[in-house]
């Protein structure tokens, strides 16, 4: 299966604005910074999805951090009870106290990042859900989600990537331990797939640092770019 159009979602791959006292409205210690935001945000997702380029494949990357704005929350996101749905208000015993009249702001960001997804979109296209996720959240080395739906990837797609990355010793896990992907509305079809890469196996322990690649298989970005090569017309 080869997509007229790929685009490469990164929602959650920056930290800008969280020392903007026009955005943030976060209390930023030294902990919030190291055991939150270096946790959950998605290092060097520009660099594990951009080992194959081509004038069919296009990328939005949300401008700042998923602690500003959650880009990829849904619109009254069931999270929104916990404090976690479009603008954060809490996590992990941290509390955000965001004026009314700033919030409207926030949430026009949102609406900035679905826009931008639905201009680079086409009919026929796939959007790739680009992530990583924290190693003690799962022994999975690589995540692939879909929705149950319209948007769900044909099964050649789904089966080229699995395959893929178990034929070179990555340890795969479909919707585990996270499921569904981003589908902002649209009036015509397309699909969607997300990727989530576990951080322990392109990041040095403790570190936001690239490890070298291990000899005996091919990096995550190699077959990124091998799995982009196959889809991309």
């Keep these: 299966m080869q997509y007229n159009r790929i685009v490469l979602n990164e929602p959650h791959a920056s930290m800008e604005g969280l020392y903007d006292e026009r955005l943030s409205f976060w209390d930023i210690d030294e902990r919030f910074i190291n055991d939150v935001v270096l946790k959950w945000t998605d290092w060097h ?33 069931p999270l929104e009870a916990v404090g976690q749905g479009i603008v954060y208000k809490q996590i992990e015993g941290y509390t955000r106290f965001v004026p009314e009249e700033y919030e409207a702001h926030l949430l026009n960001l949102w609406h900035g990042h679905q826009t931008s997804l639905r201009n680079s979109l086409c009919p026929g296209a796939l959007l790739l859900d680009c992530h990583s996720f924290p190693s003690e959240q799962s022994d999975i080395d690589i995540c692939i989600g879909y929705n149950e739906d319209w948007s769900k990837p044909e099964k050649e797609t789904i089966e080229l990537a699995v395959n893929l990355f178990e034929d070179y010793g990555y340890k795969l896990g479909i919707n585990e331990p996270y499921s569904n992907s981003e589908t902002p509305d649209c009036p015509f079809s397309y699909q969607s797939m997300m990727l989530e890469v576990n951080k322990r196996i392109y990041m040095e322990p403790g570190s936001l640092q690239l490890k070298p690649s291990p000899a005996y298989k091919l990096s995550v970005r190699n077959l990124m770019a091998r799995l982009l090569s196959e889809l991309a017309k």
């Design 45 to 77: 997702t520009d660099y594990l999805f951009y080992g194959y380029r081509k004038e069919s494949i296009r990328t939005v990357r949300f401008p700042y951090s998923r602690f500003i704005v959650d880009a990829e929350r849904l619109w009254d996101d």
